[in-house]
């Protein structure tokens, strides 16, 4: 069985590696010219600490107008490959010998339908989600070697960066071929099957982009109204993402933001041009806490763990379903 799936398969197989041989290849040639650019620029210090190191003048910017295109780019392959997987690989599976009945004569064999759907969703899945390992950790390693001058720069919450990240888009492979494949199954067309798949995918992964940051454990930062903002270092001015923040009041409750405003602008008007006496204002106004909910980017493993525990759950359960209905099939 496993032959006459690679046989079944053999071009979508024949592309993947042809797609990593060429992915790998020029992420290898890109890397190597921009680490040149890096260091005839002197901006390797840079790397680690873009903000505090000691560049000539406008270099850290001109290496940013060149290469956060082609390093944005890279990163976005890896974000579309996953429904690529579904649309091309995943979809067609089933749907193509259903549609055009040749999986009677698979069903008229010694084979048993299970080991026949197995060995059909091993032969198409494996070397897709190898490929994508594969070019997710080629990417890494450029987006790396540009440290915080790309976009590492913007922190592991970065859209890009986190879709392309960890374990994110394996799970998002997952669930995008089982999502295609099982509406293969379902409609019995392949047609069908690539469309309302990309449709669903674009939808169930916008409908979740917030949930895996909602159960990871979240810290809390809280600052007296009348501290020295420029003294504090809050979750807004480093990669975490915030999840909540506003005022508290004396008694610990949460301040409307309409009352925060109106008291915040009153206390502008009082105060003046002192900086001081506006901070001094505040408290007196009631508004007593500043506070921020947020998740540090030493913690977005946890956030990117979740976010493949979710997709991997709804890849497994459409893989059942699949299952299922192939099954019924006659």
Not at 34 to 42: E, H, R
């Amino acid at each position: 069985m496993i032959w006459t799936s690679w046989r079944q398969q053999r071009w979508q197989l024949l592309t993947l590696l042809g797609l990593l041989v060429v992915g790998v290849g020029t992420i290898a040639l890109l890397r190597s010219n921009m680490l040149d650019v890096i260091d005839s620029a002197g901006i390797a210090r840079c790397v680690a600490d873009a903000e505090g190191c000691d560049a000539p003048g406008g270099a850290v910017k001109a290496f940013r107008e060149t290469w956060s295109m082609p390093l944005d780019l890279a990163q976005g392959v890896i974000m579309a490959l996953p429904i690529l997987i579904g649309i091309f690989i995943g979809a067609p599976l089933f749907a193509r010998e259903l549609e055009e009945g040749t999986h009677v004569l698979a069903f008229t064999q010694s084979v048993s339908r299970t080991r026949w759907m197995f060995s059909k969703l091993v032969v198409a899945l494996v070397p897709a989600l190898v490929v994508l390992v594969a070019l997710q950790a080629a990417v890494s390693w450029w987006v790396s070697a540009a440290g915080e001058l790309g976009p590492l720069w913007n922190g592991p919450f970065r859209s890009t960066t986190f879709a392309s990240g960890h374990v994110s888009p394996v799970g998002y492979a997952l669930f995008a071929f089982a999502l295609c494949t099982f509406l293969g199954v379902v409609t019995r067309r392949t047609l069908v099957a690539m469309t309302s798949g990309f449709g669903a995918f674009l939808v169930v992964r916008l409908a979740l982009s917030v949930v895996p940051e909602r159960l990871v454990p979240q810290q809390r930062l809280e600052i007296a109204a009348d501290a020295d903002r420029l003294s504090v270092r809050t979750p807004i001015d480093d990669g975490s993402v915030v999840l909540d923040s506003g005022q508290l009041d004396a008694a610990g409750r949460p301040v409307s933001h309409e009352h925060y405003l109106a008291v915040n602008q009153a206390c502008k008007d009082a105060a003046g041009s002192s900086q001081d006496a506006f901070l001094a204002c505040l408290p007196r106004s009631g508004i007593a806490k500043s506070y921020w909910a947020y998740i540090p980017e030493s913690h977005a493993w946890q956030v990117h763990l979740a976010d493949g525990a979710i997709f991997g759950v709804l890849a497994a359960l459409l893989l059942a379903g699949t299952v299922w209905a192939l099954r019924r099939q006659s």
